[in-house]
Nanobody
Framework: QVQLVESGGGLVQAGGSLRLSCVAS????????MGWFRQAPGKEREFVAA????????YYADSVKGRFTISRDNAKNTVYLQMNSLKPDDTAVYYC????????????????WGQGTQVTVSS
């Protein structure tokens, strides 16, 4: 099994920044990619960003390109999401996920999920 724990969420004004962290433990050798997804009330869970664990290839949703940066520290089993120029539309619960497939932008590609961390951006 793999356990994922997110942290770093909070309340920030529009234009501000937050850095989310996700620490993985357990059988992390089975992970191919780690991703960040978010879900706002009444909306579907959507892809935000992903990174492959070994190759370090990164992927982003169009809505966050140029503002968010995903990175990983293999030695610390940790993935980060640096969020800059935050907008009210970024308000959501952010989930860290781990999966073994190559379809890194699809929720069904992931089989381990964190508990979520709330990000609230005020106008």
């Amino acid at each position: 099994q793999v356990q994922l724990v997110e942290s770093g969420g909070g309340l920030v004004q529009a234009g501000g920044s937050l850095r989310l962290s996700c620490v993985a433990s357990g059988r992390t050798f089975s992970i191919y990619a780690m991703g960040w997804f978010r879900q706002a009330p009444g909306k579907e869970r959507e892809f935000v960003a992903a990174v492959t664990w070994s190759g370090g290839n990164t992927y982003y949703a169009d809505s966050v390109k140029g503002r968010f940066t995903i990175s990983r520290d293999n030695a610390k089993n940790t993935v980060y999401l640096q969020m800059n120029s935050l907008k009210p539309d970024d308000t959501a619960v952010y989930y860290c996920a781990a999966g073994g497939g190559t379809l890194v932008k699809v929720t069904s590609n992931y089989y381990y999920w964190g508990q979520g961390t709330q990000v609230t951006v005020s106008s």
